[in-house]
């Protein structure tokens, strides 16, 4: 399978506690985005990477995310002190940057839906 | 700030109808459109990306048209199938932005 992976697919835990998403994008592409989307809404933007460089955060993105991209393959999002409010669907999406900026189609996995209890 | 929102939110239809999902953005200056698939706890598949210099791109059974001027864009599919239940979710994205804002979808169900 060549799409967008996403690990775990669920998660569950109580609140305080850390948790770690991971996601492996479409092997040439460059840029990697993070996504949150929460029940009957469309995803919102999170965080971007081109390569390793994270170029761009959301407000959404409080001081309790971090997001990395250590070698410009792999993502992981990190999310410390977890509130009841964290609970959503967490997206990832990859895409190949082109000649022209922004007509990248992006690529969507299937997303980590975490509750926090 | 870009608003986008779908109308209606939820539609059902007999299999074999011919039916339109509305879009509409509150700012104009976009680069481009995109529509999205979304079965029940998956992720997002890209249908058709319309630029903002062209007026309607064409997929199969699909086709999506984007009036930039009036901050409107429509999906028609022909022939409804089962198949084609799921949400349906438009995306714009501004020039020099690297995010898209989604609207909140429209759920279709094409009963048998």
Same mark, same amino acid.
Not at chain 2, 12 to 17: I, Q, R, Y
């Given at each position: 399978d060549t799409g967008v992976s996403q690990d775990p697919r669920h998660k569950i835990t109580k609140r305080?506690?850390? /948790? !770690? %998403?991971?996601?492996?994008? $479409?092997?040439?592409?460059?840029r990697l985005y993070w996504y949150r989307q929460t029940l009957g809404q469309g995803p919102e933007f999170l965080t971007y990477f081109q390569n390793?460089?994270?170029?761009? #955060?959301?407000?959404?993105l409080s001081d309790r995310f971090s997001a990395e991209r250590p #070698?410009?393959? %792999?993502?992981?999002l990190e999310i410390q002190r977890t509130e009841q409010?964290?609970?959503a669907m967490y997206l990832c999406a990859s895409s190949l940057r082109t000649g022209e900026r922004f007509t990248d189609t992006q690529y969507f996995g299937p997303g980590t839906r975490l509750t926090v209890l | #700030?870009?608003? /986008? !929102?779908? $109308?209606?939110?939820?539609?059902? /239809?007999?299999?074999?109808?011919?039916?339109v999902l509305n879009c509409s953005f509150t700012d104009s200056a976009i680069y481009n459109l995109q529509w999205f698939r979304q079965d029940p706890g998956k992720g997002l598949t890209s249908l058709l990306l319309i630029q903002s210099s062209q007026r309607e791109q064409t997929s199969g059974r699909l086709n999506a048209s984007l009036d930039k001027s009036s901050g409107r864009s429509t999906l028609y599919i022909a022939a409804s199938q089962p198949?084609?239940?799921? !949400?349906?979710?438009c995306a714009v994205r501004k020039r020099f932005d690297n995010d898209m804002r989604f609207?909140?979808?429209t759920r279709l169900t094409v009963k048998p």
């Open positions: 305080g506690q850390n /948790v !770690t %998403f991971r996601c492996d994008p $479409i092997s040439e592409h460059n390793e460089a994270q170029l761009e #955060k959301s407000r959404l #070698k410009g393959s %792999f993502s992981t409010g964290d609970s | #700030k870009q608003e /986008v !929102t779908q $109308i209606p939110a939820a539609l059902s /239809v007999p299999e074999g109808e011919n039916l198949g084609d239940s799921a !949400t349906y979710l609207g909140a979808g």
